[in-house]
């Protein structure tokens, strides 16, 4: 099962998308092989909605964070091996019977182009086998297989095969003889080509479950713990933004006596920050991934929507308000009776203080009917946080505060219970002196 979520989710939280470096999958990619980097790739356009294979990978992940094993493989070799399995046309095959006199000599002599290049590809492909066999012994004997769930049964299938065996036991791999080559290339391309590719997938795989260890090990992100799916519960101690440097840890706390969380604070006070730390510890969650919190457990949701960055849309004649009641519609359509976690920031900008007070108030108050899901919503209209106060019990009132150093106003981006009372929009204007220079002939 795969967690529900959209491209404005994506580019909201910076996960994956053009900002290349600047992304959460940035971070994580470090990968050796190219295979890796797919597969990487698709895991974060795919995060996990089942609580069983997000606590396999987490744990396959944390398996390596702890016994600290690297990846035995460099990059290069895998796209040697590439190259060569993916010439498997039967009329570039050689047959012992057919190599001539001519054909040895030129190979003697460096001359055989398409003989070397098929030694390259045996060569490589056979350290490759001999290496990773080595590997997942050495893996099964430390327990992985037990600890994390994963299973190496298909692999040892391959590799114990009768017409496997025998390559194992090749005694010098860079002095293979020309009828070693011929034979090994025979057994490679034309008789366990798609073996091979399995083989190599598996690898591949392991280089993401390392890649990503290292990555959390550095960053001192934690594992989530997961939690069935229905339960509602979302703990984050200590959680971080994991693009930002020196970022300010904030813990939350939400439950089904509490499963909407209702924001307020000043511009520049950091809601929008808290939000996507939010937003991106659970995506990472979801994927089985280390979280850049102290502690995290979540129960599983069935998607994952925020509005965070909306803009209009000119080309279809959508002004800034339509865009954000278009959003909100779907949204709610996704929600349904579904397990999600939607997060709204500052809804309602696009429009006068008025409809945004009561359009806030209202939308609010009905998502909050949904016990099934968590909900974030920020907003600068404290007055509609005073309101829903009466009508709800199941709503959470927090705030980032201001504190004035004089007539500056400073942020502390911790947390605090509560709906605030800071107003220093004006002050802001009047430090910048903008009246001022105006006001110049």
Known sequence: MILKTDKQTLNDLGIIGRQGDNTVYGIFNRTITNGGAKILEDMFLYPLSDVEEIRK???AIAFFSETEKPFPFKGEIFDV???YLSNNDNRSRISIHEYTLEQKIKSALGANTQFIEIKKGVIATLQFLIKFNEFV?????KGFEKESGYSFAKVESIIQEKGFCEIFNVNNIKKLSDKEVIKLDHIFRFLNNENIIILKNEAYLLDVLIT???VG????????????????RLEISKGFHPLLKNAIPNTLSVSKENNLIFLTGANMAGKSTFMKMVGIAVYLAHMGFPVPAAKMEFA??????????????INMGYSHFYAEVLRVKKVAEAVGNHNMLVIFDELFRGTN?????NATVAVTDAFANKLGCVFIISTHIVEAGEELKEMRDNIKFIYLPTVMNGSKPEYTYKITEGITNDRHGMLIIQNEKILDILKKD
């Open 300 to 313: 599983v949701l069935d998607g994952l929507y925020s509005t965070i960055n909306l803009a209009d849309n």
């Open 81 to 83: 091996i590439e190259h």
């Open 212 to 214: 990503v260890s290292n």
């Open 353 to 357: 203080v008025k409809d945004a007070y």
């Open 57 to 59: 990978r987490s744990r």
């Open 137 to 141: 012994v050495s893996l099964i004997s």
């Open 217 to 232: 090990r550095e960053k001192g992100f934690s594992y989530a713990h997961p939690l069935k799916r229905g339960a509602n």
